[in-house]
Every structure is written in C-alpha cells, then in structure tokens.
C-alpha cells in the first residue's frame, strides 16, 4: 500500500519536449509538495499546495507548471524541456503545512533525463 | 545561499560503534528540525525531530542534540548496524516549508 506514489519512476526524453510526473498521495494530507533533487544531491522544495491551493513558489521557471485536480493529486507538467532540468523530483505530502510536529512523506522519485 | 549544511559528505564507521552526523544552520529563527533516512532508488523517510524548546529527543538507537546558541545539531545512531547505511539529510522548518541540507551518506561496515 504505497502512501505516496509518483508516475513514472524513470523518464528519459529529448530537449525541447513536454512531459508530466504525476504524483497521488493515499494519506489523507492535506499539503503536497514537488522537491527538486539535482547532480549535487541538494534537495529544493519548488512548489506547495494546500487543498489544492498554490501556497509555494520558489522561483521556479514557469516552463514547469503544477497542477492539483484535488487534494490527493499533484501533477508536474514540464515544457520545452532543457539539459539542466535533469534530476529526480520527489512527490510529498504532509497532514498540514510545516510546522511543529509536522513531517513529510515522500514518494520514491522519478529520475528525469534530458538528452 | 545554503541556510542547512552538511558539511561532511560521508562518514564511515564499523558496525555496533556510534555514528554521528552533524549538520548546521544559519537562521536563528528555524524552530523544528528533523532527521530524514534515504536508500538509493527511494524516497526520504522521516527518522526523528526535535522542537528547538529542547536540546535533546531520543528514539530507540537514534538520538538527536540540539545547541541552538551554535546553531548545531546532531544525529546519533547507537549501536550503528549495517542497515543504517544510507543518506541522511538534516531539515529545518522555515515559515511553511522544509529546507534540506545536502546529505551526509553513512556507510556501516561489519
């Protein structure tokens, strides 16, 4: 019974395509996150949603676009996809935003690259 | 610029002795820490937290200290058995989100 699953766990494609991860928690949480993790292994939130709310941004090119049809589900969608967006994004969730006692359940990655 | 750091890449260390990870942050008003354990091929796991109103949460072989006036904790793992092998990441809540360090990856060996 997987609590936090994302689709596909590998993804390898050419520059300048459009793909989509798709993430789906059976958790009940309330929050889900996209975390970036790049070639130096450093772990960057890039976006958060609470009840389908955009709550994060971090800065993120907007050729990458979440989408959260409801509070289970939170989708990435990539455009013109470019050689530095390589990397294994990581699907969370938690039961509310971080805070005191709250922690993050992470899906097990997807490994993107570009060609 | 790198608020949470993990300065050392990689710790090895024989079996049934003590690990010790430390990580350091830069924002004094981080308030909640936690430890996160991860295999290749697989996502983070929550490993243990502490609220920075204590220096110290304990949890069956892991441990983890807090020196806030260092701005400085610390994972320990005693007695270490092979299957803590793995990377581990320190994090700090910042207003609604977690930042991670770059993770320290421990190899224990028999």
């Known amino acids: 019974d997987t609590a936090v699953s994302q689709t596909p766990k590998y993804l390898v494609t050419q520059m300048g395509n459009d793909k989509s991860i798709k993430c789906e928690q059976n958790?009940?949480?309330?929050?889900m996150y996209w975390y970036k993790q790049d070639s130096k292994k450093f772990l960057k939130i890039m976006f958060s949603?609470?009840?389908?709310?955009?709550?994060i941004n971090e800065t993120v090119p907007n050729r990458f676009s979440p989408k959260s049809p409801d509070k289970a589900h939170l989708n990435l969608h990539i455009n013109s996809l470019e050689l530095g967006d390589s990397a294994v994004y990581f699907c969370?969730?938690?039961?509310?935003?971080?805070?005191?006692?709250?922690?993050?359940?992470f899906g097990n990655g997807t490994r993107l690259t570009v060609t | 610029d790198q608020q949470v750091k993990q300065n050392s890449p990689s710790l090895s260390v024989q079996e049934g002795r003590i690990s010790i990870l430390n990580c350091d942050y830069t924002?004094?008003?981080?308030?909640?820490f936690l430890w996160y354990k991860k295999y290749p091929a697989e996502g983070p796991t929550f490993l243990i937290s502490?609220?920075?109103?204590?220096d110290k949460n304990e949890d069956g072989r892991f441990t983890v200290f807090l020196n806030k006036s260092a701005k400085h904790l610390s994972l320990h793992i005693v007695p270490s058995q092979p299957g803590d092998s793995a990377v581990y990441f320190c994090?700090?809540?910042?207003?609604?989100?977690?930042?991670f360090g770059t993770g320290t990856r421990l190899q224990v060996f028999p």
């Open positions: 949603y609470n009840n389908k709310e955009l709550i």
């Open positions: 502490i609220s920075s109103i204590k």
């Open positions: 924002n004094s008003m981080f308030d909640y």
């Open positions: 958790l009940g949480h309330d929050t």
């Open positions: 969370a969730s938690s039961p509310m935003i971080p805070g005191q006692g709250t922690s993050l359940h």
């Open positions: 994090a700090a809540v910042n207003t609604d989100k977690l930042i």
